[in-house]
T-cell receptor, first 116, second 112 residues
């Protein structure tokens, strides 16, 4: 089991462009979480998805950000019209169960987004 | 609002010295607490969780509800313990989505 995969590992975008971050969960995991880490801060929850469903998006900015987890393929975090403040490390985690008490989240290596 | 606070950005100790990484939380319900660790050039991984009451790599952590703390301790630090440590909280109820609330992290530096 290769673990949670994220690509690209590094992404550079100019202001106004779109950024697409991909996350492939561990085999057998159908629950995906996205977190963002701004410089000098801890990880902050953005969104929790199950296959084809967004379950909790309480941490997502209201505009420009969207996420999906299709039936086939990786989960995608999409940021439209990026701004400098979007520069951060974006981490994906997957878990095998419903995300209730006691379930462990396995983290990917992260994607470092730089907006120039 | 739920919050996790790690007051120290950096903790530097000598090899063999005791270590205590502090974590305080703010949460009105019954929380589940975790410690995650990130070694250099590796991904974030779970170190231990309070419900397991286990010791991993010599580390222990006790949930103190009175002081709302979950400090991570090790009696004798090793150089390989040098890493970034994050305390995290999850809501402990059936409707919980499992999302984690992280502290800012503490870098532990163990000097030879």
């Amino acid at each position: 089991n290769a673990g949670v995969m994220q690509n690209p590992r590094h992404l550079v975008r100019r202001r106004g462009q779109e950024a697409r971050l991909r996350c492939s969960p561990m085999k057998g995991h159908s629950h995906v979480y996205w977190y963002r880490q701004l410089p000098e801060e801890g990880l902050k929850f953005m969104v929790y998805l199950q296959k084809e469903n967004i379950i909790d998006e309480s941490g997502m900015p209201k505009e420009r950000f969207s996420a999906e987890f299709p039936k086939e393929g990786p989960s995608i975090l999409r940021i439209q019209q990026v701004v400098r403040g979007d520069s951060a490390a974006y981490f994906c985690a997957s878990s095998p169960t419903s995300g209730g008490p006691g379930s462990e989240q396995y983290f990917g290596p992260g994607t470092r987004l730089t907006v120039t | 609002a739920q919050r996790v606070t790690q007051p120290e950005k950096l903790l530097s100790v000598f090899k063999g010295a005791p270590v205590e990484l502090k974590c305080n939380y703010s949460y009105s319900g019954s929380p589940e607490l975790f410690w995650y660790v990130q070694y250099s050039r590796q991904r974030l991984q779970l170190l231990l969780r309070h419900i397991s009451r286990e010791s991993i790599k010599g580390f222990t952590a006790d949930l103190n509800k009175g002081e709302t703390s979950f400090h991570l301790k090790k009696p004798f630090a090793q150089e390989e313990d040098s890493a970034m440590y994050y305390c995290a909280l999850s809501e402990r109820r059936s409707s919980n989505t499992g999302k984690l609330i992280f502290g800012q992290g503490t870098t532990l530096q163990v000097k030879p």
